[in-house]
C-alpha cells in the first residue's frame, strides 16, 4: 500500500511517469522503498535542497505504522 501510495504521488511530480519504479524490501530495521526514475526526473524528486524528498518521506512515514525508509535511487550509480 505504501509503495502504491508513493509510486502515485512520484508519478505525479515527474515528467515521464511510465519511467517510476517504487521497490518495496523489509530490513530488520523497517521497509525500504526504493524510488528509481528517468535520469532526466531525478533533480525534480530530489528536489532543490532536497525539500521535494523530505516532503515524500514526510508523508510516507505519516502514512506508516512501522518505521519507512524512503530512498531515491541514481540510477547512473548503479
Not at 504521488?9 to 519511467?19: E, F
Not at 518495496?24 to 535520469?39: I, K, M
Not at 532536497?50 to 502514512?63: E, M, N, P, W
Amino acid at each position: 500500500m505504501l509503495a502504491d501510495a508513493l509510486e502515485h504521488l512520484v508519478r505525479g511530480i515527474v515528467d515521464n511517469p511510465d519511467d517510476v519504479r517504487v521497490a518495496a524490501r523489509s530490513q530488520r530495521r523497517g521497509d525500504l522503498l526504493e524510488v528509481r526514475v528517468h535520469p532526466d526526473d531525478l533533480g525534480r524528486v530530489i528536489g532543490r535542497g532536497g525539500r521535494t524528498a523530505k516532503a515524500l518521506r514526510t508523508v510516507v512515514g505519516a502514512l506508516a505504522s512501522d518505521p519507512v525508509r524512503v530512498d531515491v535511487v541514481d540510477v547512473d550509480r548503479r
